[in-house]
Structure formats: C-alpha cells, structure tokens
Nanobody, 121 residues
Framework: QVQLVESGGGLAQAGGSLRLSCSASGRIVSVNGMGWYRQVPGKEREFVAT???????NYADAVKGRFTISRDNAKNTVYLQMNSLKPVDTAVYYCNAEVVTAMTFTMSDYWGQGTQVTVSS
C-alpha cells in the first residue's frame, strides 16, 4: 500500500504564510505527478497546483503568484509554500500523487487525509 502523510496546516492571518508538506511512502516504484487540491464544505474539491516528476508546474489562477509548489524526488515529498494568504484560501488541503507501486506496476492516484488551513481576516 501507499500512504500520503500531510503536515503544515494551521491558522494564519491574512497576508501571512504557511508551508504544507506531503510525503509518500510504501511499496513505491516511482511517483509521477504530485499536487495539491482543496475543498470547503458544500463545494467540490478544486485544483490548486501540480508538479511533474521533471519539475513542470501548473497553478490555479486563484493562487498564481502567491503559492509555490515544489518537490523532492529523493524523498517522494511535495511542498506547497503559501504566501499572501487570504480568507478565501481557507479550506482542507489534500495532497495527491500518481504512484506506480511494486504490487501492481501500474499507476494509480493516491490521496492524503487532508490538512486544515484557516486564514483569518
């Protein structure tokens, strides 16, 4: 099995910063794309940012210029540096990874348990 463990959520004031981390562990052969999504109660989960294994990044318009996604391939870890936070960024943030496992040698999507980010005005 594969586990994604997130950390770094919490409370920040508007204009402040937080850094999220997510590490993948288990019987991993390779990790392809990694990313972050977020969800607020009553709404669908939405895309925040992704980074490919080669380091190519993609961002939602709402976070461009404020959030930076990066990864450490040696550690199978993805980060999300969130700056200039706004109250509208308040959500549960979920890590996602496309993983090839040693069990099936096929790629599957895995999700973390989510970490709460709350931004106060």
């Amino acid at each position: 099995q594969v586990q994604l463990v997130e950390s770094g959520g919490g409370l920040a004031q508007a204009g402040g910063s937080l850094r999220l981390s997510c590490s993948a562990s288990g019987r991993i052969v390779s990790v392809n794309g990694m990313g972050w999504y977020r969800q607020v109660p009553g709404k669908e989960r939405e895309f925040v940012a992704t980074v490919s294994s080669e380091g190519h990044t993609n961002y939602a318009d709402a976070v461009k210029g404020r959030f930076t996604i990066s990864r450490d391939n040696a550690k199978n870890t993805v980060y999300l540096q969130m700056n200039s936070l706004k109250p509208v960024d308040t959500a549960v943030y979920y890590c996602n990874a496309e993983v090839v496992t040693a069990m099936t040698f096929t790629m599957s999507d895995y999700w973390g348990q989510g970490t709460q980010v709350t931004v106060s005005s």
